[in-house]
């Protein structure tokens, strides 16, 4: 299978359910040293607007 493809609902409801799980678990990162540094960006902004919001509600009880 190819690394990186974003499928289609209709390719992907074309493969076998075999095909399927493979190209759903191949797409699957657990390795945390291999999550693109974009994504971890993202994240941490995402935590930190989350954060930031959150102790602005507690600080005024």
């Known amino acids: 299978m ?3 493809k974003i499928w289609s609902a209709d ?3 074309a493969l076998s359910p075999d095909e399927r799980d493979r190209v ?3 797409g699957m990162i657990t390795d945390p040293d291999r999550i693109p540094e974009s994504v971890i960006a993202r994240a941490r ?3 930190d607007a989350r954060i930031a ?9």
């Open 2 to 4: 190819v690394e990186n």
């Open 11 to 13: 390719e992907l409801l």
């Open 24 to 26: 759903i678990r191949a």
């Open 45 to 47: 902004r995402k935590a």
């Open 53 to 61: 919001a959150t102790e602005g509600d507690h600080s005024n009880r």
